[in-house]
């Protein structure tokens, strides 16, 4: 059954294996937001005028902003991958800054928002929120708990961004090598995607 | 590793970051209309499309492998499974 | 044989042997090497065995006769939910794969290592430390949760006793099971030896490679709602919480949804176990290869539409019932296409009597119990009657011991010649066999009975009418802790003075057994070629 060929096992690093492991990594993360998805829809079924009502108290402005915000990430995260694979680390390394930037400028506004919401007494187990309809606290709840999970994603998503920029400093990652920048893009572009369907399912049921 | 056929450019990027800014717009206008039952169907079909694009351009999904296609739409099945048979269950009780 | 040699010539170090980076213990913590690793599951996992054996030979005393014996109601609670939180988090589930999977499968497909040795490590690492978590939430806090494994909501969101730690371990254990499905889904399609077709590889693999989407795509909706029992807990979010407008019948979907699918990771691999041993054994190739391999990919998609007959008597709508009882049927497809393949396989063949085949057919016998009392089960009109009874108890028992755990013992006997280079006495692990099969029957075949008649489980007490079957039930569970330690004796005695094991003591074709036992450090000195399927026995 078996024969032996001179073949031998090259040592470089399986680039498509990586890009492989990433995808199934964000598969499962597709998969942990689903669950909130699952709550999220099964509360909107039932309470659907409880759901505009509350939503009416969202900040549109801030939600299309950080849309915004988020979207431009995303390009600038595609430039930087584009500048390595031509070459130029130093364009990679600025364009991942503006991406980092970007990262922080959209947590800058989840903290004025939240901050905002928290300043009227609205926050998970509030005494504000005990005494109004429980359907309406299910929604301001799950505005918590998805955007919450979605913020850590992306506050570790600037970690890793972070490290990748020192890598990239370090000449660690460069235009033979840059899986790593590639999957950290794939995973910064997972974080967008997820923000595109919580933009319009929170912000825009008005 | 990677091959370099019609790989996206810088000129695809700029154009479909400009095509996510403006359906963004678009998502914003239709949600102050008031479509009633098609309003949530029109706002998850905007967003879908954002996505695609993202994943295809973005995330390079158009030149991939048919495995990594094959495997994504095997997650999505897989999440629609479990989101749509609850509906079962919460629709009918 | 010529061929055989041609693998073997070089003679070179095992990786037992094998000297790193580090000395002691953390060559083996700090190691990569997906050999170590998968021993070092093996060790950790059999030691949570025992403490989860402990617990239920605990449990079946306090019932060997009516009213309080050895412990009160809030004990037995707590006893039975870890003895099913150990066993299903941190035997049954990472159980094969974790262990035998790390071990063989790149062994099987001609590979050096898995594709993220790295994350290998690191997903034993996430194992240990949420076993620690569960461990230190015995003693913090409220003392030892007292849920049920299941966590149901909303008796987890009320209960005094420390849920948040020891769900935050399950949580974490939930992710090194993300990690090593991770690891087997790339590793499997990028790192086969050249020939190494799809259906050249051993059903072993194909059975991890279906287990491998089902730990990445179900284990996250658990991971989610432990996170969201926690939220519960400290913020009050009421998802799950009727008092706040919630709906605990959520949390028992989104429980099952993994939990279901879960079911399958830990039949699944079992499952190629027993098509591992089952041709080496009768020295015949495998009936019906591409039957089995894609009955493992449509056990793992039927996982996913048929988690709502663990809820028919929740409150469900009419609907849901009929269909997931409906589907809950389909299962048993796949699983009959594999059961009636081993026997047709076993048929003509040249049988030859070992303990691997003895394990194999109680697994075989075993899972056709378990696999029959699940339609019972499946069925909402009996489901009705014997939902939350000991008919359950036996149900599941006689697929995850009788399924499962005999054929991880089944996988051990196979493969601990190979994976240590020693011989067990092969009499000794016959008699142990035969002492575990029995006690195995006697402790939970009157479960069944004790079901049927109307016992419930969870109970720390029952009416004077259950006495007999509980009594005989729990004789019966000291016969079969005397087949464990007889059989881990065997093993540990074989490890100081047992024989040297050649190469390829049962025949099989696959590749593990053309090279040296145990193992060299990186398995192939050259990447073999591979030119014929896996059971090939007529050279």
Known sequence: MISITSFSVEKHTDYTGSKIGMWLFLFTEMLLFGGLFLIYSTYRAKYPISFHVAAKDLNIQIGTLNTILLLTSSLTMAISILSIKNGSRRGSASFLMITIIFGLLFLFNKYFEWGEKIAHGIYPGSEALSVIDSSIVLFYNLYFVMTGLHALHVLAGIFVLFIMFVLLLKKNINRHDFVKLENTGLYWHFVDIIWIYLFPLFYLIT | ?93 | MTQDSILLKTHTISFLEEKGRYKGILSWIMSTNHKRIGLLYLLSMLSFFIIGVILGLLMRLELIAPGRTIMGPQTYNSIFTLHGVIMIFLFVIPGIPAAFGNFFLPIHIGARDVSFPRINLLSWYFFIGGATLVVISLFTGGGPIDTGWTFYAPYSIRTGTNVSLAVLGAFLIGFSSILTGLNFVTTIHRLRAPGMGWFRMPLFVWSLYATGWVQLLATPVVGITLILIICERFFGVGFFDPAKGGDPLLFQHLFWIYSHPAVYIMILPAMGVISEIIPVFSRKNIFGYKAIAFSSLSIALVGYLVWGHHMFTSGMSDTAKWVFSLLTFLVAIPSGVKTFNWVATMYGGSIEIAPPLLYALSFIFAFSIGGLTGLINGAIATDIHIHDTYFVVGHFHYTMFGGTAFAFFGALHYWFPKMFGKMYSIRLANIAWLILFTGFNILYFPMFILGWEGMPRRYYDYLPRFHMLHLISTIGSWILATGLILMFYNFLRSLKYGERAEHNPWGGSTLEWQIQSPPPPENFEHIPAVSAGPYDFKR
């Open chain 2, 1 to 93: 590793m990677q091959n370099k056929r019609n790989e996206a450019g810088f000129l695809t990027y700029l154009f479909v970051w400009i095509s996510l800014i403006v359906l963004t717009a678009f998502t914003v206008t239709v949600a102050a209309l008031n479509l009633g039952k098609i309003a949530v169907l029109t706002a998850l079909s905007i967003a879908s499309f954002k996505s695609l694009m993202v994943l295809n351009f973005f995330m390079h999904l158009k030149y991939e492998d048919r495995l990594f296609h094959f495997m994504l739409l095997l997650s999505v099945i897989t999440l629609s499974i479990i989101i749509g048979f609850t509906f079962f269950d919460i629709s009918f009780r």
